[in-house]
């Protein structure tokens, strides 16, 4: 097998990859307060918070399964382009950056380093 150079190390590095989802945000927070505003604007009880967060798995279910479950639960209440659109979207609006993580991103930023 031939020996494939490796390049000497810099003093920096170029590039940071992280991934957010429950590393640096609190995904499932996130979710969960999605969650919570659906069921409020969609008149479907509350209660479902706890479904929609053991059918969702921490963002690792088939959205489709997720959708199919949720529109059979809530039996046409809710179409499931909806369901998908919140799913999709929703969690997003609601994500909030612990002010530690965001020092030390803007830290990451300052020395040059793409985040």
């Known amino acids: 097998m031939p020996h494939t150079p490796v390049p000497p190390p810099t ?34 009880p509350r209660e479902d918070v706890e479904v929609i967060m053991d059918l969702d798995r921490s963002g690792h279910a088939p959205r489709p399964v997720v959708v199919a479950a949720l529109a059979e639960r809530w039996e046409g209440a809710v179409s499931p382009e909806k369901i998908a659109g919140f799913l999709h979207r929703g969690p997003a609006a609601h994500v909030a950056l612990d002010e530690p993580v965001r020092r030390a991103l803007l830290a990451v930023r300052a020395a040059g380093c793409p985040v």
């Not at 609190?26 to 409020?40: G, H, K, P, V």
């Open 11 to 44: 003093d920096r590095a170029s590039l940071l990859a992280v991934d957010l989802d429950n590393t640096l945000i609190n995904r499932d927070a996130a979710f969960r307060s999605a969650a919570i505003a659906f069921l409020a604007e969609h008149d479907l």
